[in-house]
T-cell receptor, first 112, second 110 residues
Framework: ETGVTQSPTHLIKTRGQQVTLRCSSQ?????VSWYQQALGQGPQFIFQYYREEENGRGNFPPRFSGLQFPNYSSELNVNALELDDSALYLCASSPQGNEKLFFGSGTQLSVL | GIQVEQSPPDLILQEGANSTLRCNFS?????LQWFHQNPWGQLINLFY???GTKQNGRLSATTVATERYSLLYISSSQTTDSGVYFC????????????FGTGTRLTVIP
């Protein structure tokens, strides 16, 4: 059984740029959620995708957007990067909804 | 407002000791999970436990939803148990948002 994989593992961008992070869900899982974890804090919910549709969103501005593909993999896009966007971005998949989430190893994003 | 509070914030244990971590939440939930984040940042799902008691090896968890708390028990701790433990809840009004608690940082010393 393949787990949740994320790419890239690390990324350095400058303020104002755009970034795309990728996630492959665990086999058999149709729901993908994205979280932002700032240093020393717990993860914060960005949004969730279920069968290619956004299925819930946290308190993040519209410059955070996403996609889910027919194979249930997903992308997180962030436009107009700000310094405060520096964080660990985590992707999680689940069989359905928030039932037992399985997390990837994350993408560490640094915005300079 | 919505809150998920964990205690203690920090815990240092001698290898072999037992511990209890607590998670209090402010409203009714339909989902509660416990996670361990290891020193490399990987979040591991320990339990999906919206109510009742579950055990997995040296770990067990109990959620009393009517009293809005959950407990994670770690017995015979090992150095590999070190890391941050999070509880995460989905409130009934949560719109698929899993709220993570403040975390308990556990350090197990040999």
């Amino acid at each position: 059984e393949t787990g949740v994989t994320q790419s890239p593992t690390h990324l350095i961008k400058t303020r104002g740029q755009q970034v795309t992070l990728r996630c492959s869900s665990q086999s058999g899982h149709n729901t993908v959620s994205w979280y932002q974890q700032a240093l020393g804090q717990g993860p914060q919910f960005i949004f969730q995708y279920y069968r290619e549709e956004e299925n819930g969103r946290g308190n993040f501005p519209p410059r955070f957007s996403g996609l889910q593909f027919p194979n249930y993999s997903s992308e997180l896009n962030v436009n107009a990067l700000e310094l405060d966007d520096s964080a660990l971005y985590l992707c999680a998949s689940s069989p359905q909804g928030n039932e037992k989430l399985f997390f990837g190893s994350g993408t560490q994003l640094s915005v300079l | 407002g919505i809150q998920v509070e964990q205690s203690p914030p920090d815990l240092i244990l001698q290898e072999g000791a037992n511990s209890t971590l607590r998670c209090n939440f402010s409203d009714s939930v339909n989902n509660l999970q416990w996670f361990h984040q290891n020193p490399w940042g990987q979040l591991i799902n320990l339990f999906y436990i919206p109510s009742g008691t579950k055990q997995n090896g040296r770990l067990s968890a109990t959620t009393v939803a009517t009293e809005r708390y959950s407990l994670l028990y770690i017995s015979s701790s090992q150095t590999t148990d070190s890391g941050v433990y999070f509880c995460a809840v989905e409130f009934l009004t949560g719109a698929n948002n899993l709220f993570f608690g403040t975390g308990t940082r556990l350090t197990v010393i040999p």
